[in-house]
Each structure stands twice: as structure tokens, then as C-alpha cells.
């Protein structure tokens, strides 16, 4: 089975761990995610700046480490990651900003690529929405 997983929540938030242990329970099962999308609250876990006290785990690393790992689409929203300061190096020139803070392994991208994961999986699996 084909699954497209959307996180809204930010990497500290208990919904982020979920949908990590079941992106990873997906792949361990023999299923494929088509796409992991980023979205409002969600862009944090992509920003190589989030610093994790050292007696929590650090889920935006761990997600990072899990899309490099397995070669994953990790996409984030663009709009919603300027507007939360989310930025790869591109969006950083182009707004005059000091520096970009996307985590490699991450791509900016459109809304409409939530609609077409949605369209190329066989389930849409979100996480923290309101």
C-alpha cells in the first residue's frame, strides 16, 4: 500500500512523534510513502535551527535522519514556512534574509503537492490538524 503522510504539527508536539513511529511502522510493514508534506506548524521539523533540551527526544532530527535515511519526499510548504522564517538558501537571497535554515534533505514546494501525494498514494495519513 501506498501511503502520503501530512504533519501540521511542530517536531515538540506529541501528534509529530506519532506520525514518525508510523512512517516508520509503514516502511517496516513493506508499504511505500509516496510523500511526507510539511505543513502550518508542521515546517519546524525542518529546520535545522530547532534545538531540543537535552532530556526530550529530538523529533525534527529524528525526521530528518528518517527522510535522508530512506531517500523520502520530504516536501514543505513554502508559504507556510516563510511566513514561520523557514527558509532554503534560494528564499533567503530573494528576501534579503542573512541566512536559510532548511535541513537538507528537504524541498520547498506548493500546496498542490499535498494534492498530488494524495492523488499518487492510496491513503492520505494527517497528523495534528485542527
Known amino acids: 500500500m501506498k501511503f502520503a503522510i501530512a504533519l501540521f504539527a511542530p517536531a515538540h508536539a506529541p501528534s509529530s512523534r506519532r506520525a514518525l513511529r508510523f512512517a516508520e511502522a ?3 510493514g513493506g508499504h511505500e510513502i509516496t510523500r511526507l508534506f ?4 508542521g515546517v519546524h521539523s525542518a ?4 534545538v ?9 532530527r529524528d525526521w530528518s535522519r528518517f527522510v535522508a535515511d530512506h531517500q ?9 514556512a516563510l511566513r514561520r522564517g523557514v527558509i532554503n538558501q534560494e528564499e533567503a537571497e530573494r528576501y534579503g534574509r542573512a541566512a536559510a535554515n532548511l535541513a537538507p534533505g528537504w524541498a520547498l514546494s506548493g500546496l498542490g503537492q ?3 501525494a494524495a492523488q499518487m498514494a492510496d491513503r492520505l495519513i494527517c497528523f495534528g490538524g485542527d
Not at 47 to 50: C, D, K, Y
Open 38 to 41: 510539511f505543513y502550518q506548524d
Open 47 to 50: 529546520s535545522a535551527n530547532v
Open 26 to 28: 509503514v516502511l517496516d
Open 114 to 116: 499535498l494534492h498530488e
Open 72 to 80: 523520502l519526499d520530504g516536501v514543505v510548504c513554502i508559504a507556510a
Open 52 to 60: 531540543t533540551p537535552q532530556d526530550e527526544p529530538d523529533i525534527a
